[in-house]
């Protein structure tokens, strides 16, 4: 069965055989493609606010999930267990992304921050957090991996270089328009010469 409230994030696995979707009913579903079959079910009693699959062709039955009660927490769909927590951000996490050949996650939170960890290792490798940053609540990955930019709620879009420390380019800083309580995605295009982003204006 599908979910009792609003779904807030949505994740393929890598051959689009199944999904995983993230609901403020607190669950976290996984669901068979083809048949809209549930196949899956997983709570930590929390909200899960993003999901994402482990994108390794061998650790597909892997997913994480970013919660309301600041908690990154690492699922086998195999078992049903629970196999990690990532317990540091400060506030509600709202995005997970995979870098450096996926060796590593980065996560953007409520608390203004940017973590990076690396993978299975609960204690953040980077902590990214400057008084003029405010909450990011989408972040969109170039098709290379190379540049990370994130939504960020005081109306401009950030870029990070995934590649070099995760430094900020501060020649690329978008303006110009609204997101600030709104949940609007942010995109690049395909030869990552562009960036799109929607608009609450």
């Not at 078992?79 to 450096?100: K, P, W």
């Amino acid at each position: 069965s599908g979910h009792s409230k609003a779904v807030r994030d949505i994740s393929f696995n890598n051959d689009g055989t199944r999904f995983l979707t993230a609901s403020y009913d607190r669950y976290v579903k996984m669901f068979d493609t083809e048949t809209g079959q549930c196949i899956g079910r997983y709570t930590t009693k929390k909200i899960p606010y993003c999901v994402k699959f482990n994108p390794d062709e061998d650790k597909q039955h892997i997913f994480l999930a970013g919660t309301s009660d600041k908690k990154i927490v690492q699922w086998d769909t195999t078992s049903g267990e629970i196999m990690q927590e990532y317990d540091r951000h400060l506030g509600a996490v709202n995005t997970i992304s995979f870098i450096d050949d996926n060796k590593r996650i980065v996560s953007t939170s409520d608390d203004k921050s940017v973590r990076v960890w690396e993978w299975e290792i609960p204690v953040d490798s980077k902590y990214i957090a400057e008084p003029s940053m405010h909450a990011v609540s989408a972040v969109g990955m170039s098709s290379n991996l190379r540049w990370m930019a994130c939504q960020s709620s005081d109306n401009q879009i950030r870029v990070y270089d995934a590649a070099h420390k995760m430094r900020l380019n501060k020649k690329k800083i978008f303006k110009g328009h609204m997101v600030a309580g709104y949940a609007c995605q942010v995109n690049f295009s395909p030869d990552g010469h562009y960036i799109i982003s929607g608009d609450g204006d």
